[in-house]
């Protein structure tokens, strides 16, 4: 299911290649490894991956989707469980960072990753840049994720301005196996929050783009990635 559900949420290709491009190694740890979805392909790439996730039940599944037998896995939280490294490339991808829902914890993950790295490290970010809600209130949405003839995956969200937090579920319809529901909530940082943690980590912004495929940064996209490499 989760597969299915986040198979489209990144070109990883393109990531893939961004990340060989802009890194000064191959050693790479991946927080949130889920079942592979990024760690796989870079592994395939040449990369020597190391993925944290807390479910043991994802990295099952990419133990078994890892033929090949090449990533290493760790069981734990990706804060007080970060491989101390040293590595290359410390990946979060697409709003695992603000699963860590408060500030303090997003400020640990990424002391963290600025101390797992090599001295030319970088970190690579993937996250969404919500829109403001001028008066801090509530907004709901509901959208078609996917349908077919014989399911339909909706989106619900409530986005909670004045905390910032974002919660909703994906609600899958069909035929064969009825209702399932897949719970979610995050607790996102601004772009100006996000970049003045990772400065209080020793950190700066090397490069900022919409998406994998490097399309200049617009605030109204809705999505960023950003790297960032020790301050000098």
């Not at 007080?80 to 101390?84: H, V």
């Not at 590595?87 to 990946?91: A, P, T």
């Not at 579920?169 to 899958?172: A, D, N, S, T, V």
């Given at each position: 299911?989760y597969?299915?559900w986040?198979?489209?949420?990144?070109?990883?290709s393109?990531?893939?290649?961004?990340?060989?491009?802009?890194?000064?190694?191959r050693?790479?740890?991946?927080?949130?490894?889920?079942?592979?979805?990024?760690?796989?392909?870079?592994?395939s790439?040449?990369?020597?991956?190391?993925?944290?996730?807390?479910?043991?039940?994802?990295?099952?599944?990419?133990?078994?989707?890892?033929?090949?037998?090449?990533?290493?896995?760790?069981?734990?939280?990706?804060v007080?469980?970060?491989?101390?490294g040293p590595?290359?490339?410390?990946?979060i991808?697409f709003?695992?960072l603000?699963?860590?829902?408060?500030?303090?914890r997003?400020?640990?993950?990424?002391?963290?990753c600025s101390?797992?790295l090599?001295p030319?490290?970088?970190?690579v970010?993937e996250?969404l840049?919500?829109?403001q809600?001028?008066?801090g209130?509530?907004v709901?949405?509901?959208?078609?994720?996917?349908?077919?003839?014989?399911?339909?995956?909706?989106?619900?969200?409530?986005?909670h301005?004045?905390?910032?937090?974002?919660?909703g579920?994906?609600?899958?319809f069909?035929?064969?196996q009825g209702?399932?529901?897949?719970p979610w909530?995050?607790?996102?940082?601004?772009?100006?929050?996000?970049?003045?943690m990772a400065?209080?980590?020793g950190l700066?912004v090397t490069?900022?783009?919409?998406?994998?495929?490097?399309s200049?940064?617009?605030?109204?996209?809705?999505?960023?990635l950003t790297?960032?490499?020790?301050?000098?």
């Open positions: 299911m597969d299915d986040y198979r489209d949420l990144s070109d990883v393109a990531l893939v290649t961004l990340i060989d491009e802009c890194s000064p190694g050693t790479l740890c991946e927080l949130g490894v889920g079942t592979g979805r990024l760690a796989i392909p870079l592994a790439h040449g990369f020597v991956v190391t993925g944290i996730d807390i479910s043991s039940a994802m990295l099952d599944r990419l133990h078994a989707a890892d033929h090949q037998q090449t990533i290493t896995t760790v069981a734990g939280d990706m007080d469980d970060m491989p101390s590595f290359d490339v410390v990946l991808g709003n695992t603000f699963n860590l829902e408060t500030q303090e997003q400020q640990a993950c990424l002391n963290a101390q797992a090599t030319d490290g970088i970190v970010i996250g840049t919500p829109p809600q001028p008066d209130g509530m709901d949405d509901v959208s078609i994720r996917s349908m077919t003839a014989t399911h339909v995956v909706l989106s619900i969200s409530r986005h301005g004045a905390d910032q937090l974002l919660e579920q994906f609600i899958e069909s035929e064969e209702v399932r529901l897949r909530s995050i607790r996102y940082a601004t772009i100006d929050q996000l970049d003045a400065t209080a980590a700066q490069a900022r783009f919409n998406d994998a495929s490097r200049a940064f617009d605030p109204a996209n809705g999505r960023h790297v960032y490499s020790r301050s000098r």
